[in-house]
């Protein structure tokens, strides 16, 4: 009969230490979930970075080609403008002479 209580106090305490155990197994389970949706919304957020920053990329390439044709136009302008006032310069000398009466004709 002791040998029986001792194998029934052995038994209760392995059932006891065994419901701990799954409780706590339980509970790791539980967080581990939760880890789970936390990791994927993390994920989920490093991934709409990483194409943000690809497009941003695209608009900075895009920006970059527009301000090279820009820049190019502007010293087309530039180019044209100079020229412009040469031929106006020209032009005004031309007139200036005229009225003054360097042509031979006054």
Do not use: C, H, P, W
């Amino acid at each position: 009969m002791a040998e029986e209580n001792k194998n029934g106090r052995q038994i209760d305490f392995i059932v006891n230490t065994l419901a701990q155990i799954t409780s706590k197994v339980d509970a790791l389970a539980d967080v581990n979930v939760a880890d789970r949706r936390r990791i994927a919304r993390l994920e989920d957020g490093y991934e709409l970075l990483i194409r943000m920053a690809e497009q941003q990329d695209s608009r900075m390439g895009q920006i970059e080609t527009n301000i090279a044709e820009m820049s190019a136009g502007i010293n087309k302008l530039v180019g044209v403008q100079s020229e412009s006032n040469e031929r106006l310069n020209v032009f005004i000398n031309v007139l200036e002479r005229y009225i003054s009466g360097g042509n031979g004709k006054a």
